[in-house]
């Protein structure tokens, strides 16, 4: 892992170690800091451990992940991102019986690779261990990029949980301070450039003026909050914009939305989009990696361009006008996680691989 600050891989590595604590030992190593969530892991009795990398490649790292390995007697190291991946190949220059796993989650940008990438993935990309993306778009853009044919793929999954009712709806707005009368577009994110939450305000403006009584809730923190104010400044939208910061009640507060957006224009499987599904409600998402995988294109959501907030507007007016095709497609979501990405799926396809190769 890079790092344990709240962010949805690092749920999904919570997930992982928590879940199959009680059937195989685990530790877990960030080459940065071990974030919030770290800490709480600690707390609960599990090995974390920080390396604090600084800036540039750090081929020493590798060691110290040999050295962290054989600390805890580990045989499988599970790398979770790009970098990670690297260290933990470099790791097996130290301790040949380590064998690694490598999951990478998505992309910080939807511009392609450099050559230094490309080159450096054929040599990293062509390891013979177990390899897997998140989507099948994902995976077909890694082998693009260098990487062997035999990369496996392993979608995210999600706790389902209840179905919100009335009474979550009335709270989750109150907490918002939203009207009944008023359609509440949400999103839950990182403020990230990779997320174009820009694009979003400007196409909430745009419904506005269409004469939607709307507003916008955007759930989560990051580097982009200063820019992303001043773009609702900039469209005249910011009494109706509320940046709540980072909250650890995403769920409950989902249960106050009508609609659901993604604006990203890069995305592995969204776990949010994934949890607005199973509560229940219609998602407006840009088609892009592996969002098309999950969304359903007029069957639970409506999916647009990436970068285009005109193609948001629409889909956004065409649901808030229809609550009936709101609610046809927040069922037919709900049945599709339920169907295909729920945790227990995800959990059981890594304990499997953990098992082969701890029998190796």
Same mark, same amino acid.
């Given at each position: 892992?890079?790092?344990l &600050?709240?962010?949805?891989?690092?749920?999904?590595?919570?997930?992982?170690?928590t879940?199959l604590?009680?059937?195989?030992?685990? &530790?877990?190593?960030?080459?940065?800091? =071990?974030?919030?969530?770290?800490? %709480?892991?600690a707390?609960?009795?599990? =090995? $974390?451990?920080?390396?604090?990398?600084?800036?540039?490649?750090?081929? +020493?790292?590798?060691?110290?992940? *040999?050295?962290?390995?054989?600390?805890?007697? *580990?045989?499988?190291?599970?790398?979770?991102?790009?970098? /990670?991946?690297?260290?933990g190949?470099?790791a097996?220059?130290w301790?040949?019986?380590?064998?690694? $796993?490598?999951?990478?989650?998505?992309?910080l940008? %939807?511009?392609?690779?450099?050559?230094?990438?490309?080159?450096?993935?054929?040599?990293?990309?062509?390891?013979?261990?177990?390899?897997?993306?998140?989507s099948?778009?994902?995976?077909s853009?890694?082998?693009?990029?260098?990487?062997?044919?035999?990369?496996?793929?392993?979608?995210?999954g999600i706790?389902?949980?209840?179905? /919100?009712?009335?009474? %979550?709806?009335?709270? !989750?707005?109150?907490?918002?301070?939203?009207?009944?009368?008023?359609?509440?577009?949400?999103?839950?994110?990182?403020?990230d450039?990779?997320?174009?939450?820009? +694009?979003?305000?400007?196409a909430? !403006?745009?419904?506005?003026?269409?004469?939607?009584r709307?507003?916008?809730?955007?759930?989560?923190?990051?580097p982009?909050? $200063?820019?992303i104010?001043?773009?609702?400044?900039?469209?005249?939208?910011?009494?109706?914009?509320?940046?709540?910061?980072?909250?650890?009640d995403?769920?409950?507060?989902?249960?106050?939305?009508?609609?659901?957006?993604?604006?990203?224009?890069?995305?592995?499987?969204?776990?949010?989009?994934?949890?607005?599904?199973?509560?229940g409600?219609?998602?407006?998402?840009?088609?892009?990696?592996?969002? /098309?995988?999950?969304?359903?294109?007029?069957?639970?959501?409506?999916?647009?361009?990436a970068?285009s907030? #005109?193609?948001?507007?629409?889909?956004?007016?065409?649901?808030a006008?229809f609550?009936?095709r709101? &609610?046809?497609?927040?069922? &037919?979501g709900r049945g599709r996680?339920s169907?295909?990405?729920?945790i227990?799926?995800?959990?059981?396809?890594y #304990?499997?691989?953990?098992a082969?190769?701890?029998?190796?």
């Amino acid at each position: 892992m890079l790092g344990l &600050a709240p962010g949805g891989t690092e749920r999904l590595v919570i997930e992982l170690v928590t879940r199959l604590a009680g059937r195989f030992r685990m &530790a877990v190593c960030c080459l940065d800091d =071990p974030g919030t969530w770290g800490l %709480d892991l600690a707390a609960q009795g599990v =090995p $974390v451990t920080a390396l604090h990398r600084g800036a540039g490649f750090r081929p +020493s790292l590798g060691s110290q992940i *040999a050295r962290f390995a054989r600390a805890h007697d *580990a045989s499988v190291l599970h790398c979770h991102h790009y970098s /990670p991946f690297v260290y933990g190949r470099l790791a097996r220059l130290w301790n040949r019986h380590l064998q690694v $796993v490598y999951t990478e989650h998505g992309r910080l940008s %939807d511009v392609p690779a450099t050559l230094k990438r490309r080159m450096a993935n054929t040599v990293v990309g062509r390891y013979g261990g177990p390899m897997f993306a998140v989507s099948g778009a994902l995976r077909s853009h890694l082998v693009s990029e260098g990487f062997s044919r035999r990369l496996g793929v392993i979608h995210n999954g999600i706790e389902i949980g209840a179905l /919100p009712g009335e009474e %979550d709806r009335r709270q !989750a707005r109150a907490v918002l301070h939203v009207s009944d009368d008023t359609i509440l577009v949400g999103t839950a994110a990182r403020l990230d450039p990779v997320k174009d939450l820009p +694009s979003l305000i400007e196409a909430v !403006a745009h419904v506005r003026r269409a004469g939607t009584r709307v507003a916008l809730a955007i759930i989560g923190d990051g580097p982009e909050r $200063v820019a992303i104010e001043g773009a609702a400044r900039q469209h005249g939208v910011d009494d109706i914009v509320t940046l709540t910061g980072y909250r650890a009640d995403v769920r409950q507060l989902l249960s106050g939305f009508d609609i659901y957006v993604n604006s990203s224009i890069s995305e592995g499987v969204s776990l949010t989009i994934l949890e607005a599904m199973a509560a229940g409600l219609p998602v407006v998402a840009t088609n892009v990696g592996g969002t /098309p995988e999950v969304v359903l294109d007029n069957v639970t959501g409506v999916l647009v361009p990436a970068r285009s907030p #005109a193609a948001l507007a629409e889909a956004l007016l065409g649901l808030a006008q229809f609550s009936e095709r709101r &609610a046809r497609m927040g069922r &037919a979501g709900r049945g599709r996680v339920s169907e295909m990405f729920t945790i227990e799926r995800m959990v059981e396809d890594y #304990a499997r691989v953990y098992a082969q190769m701890g029998s190796r």
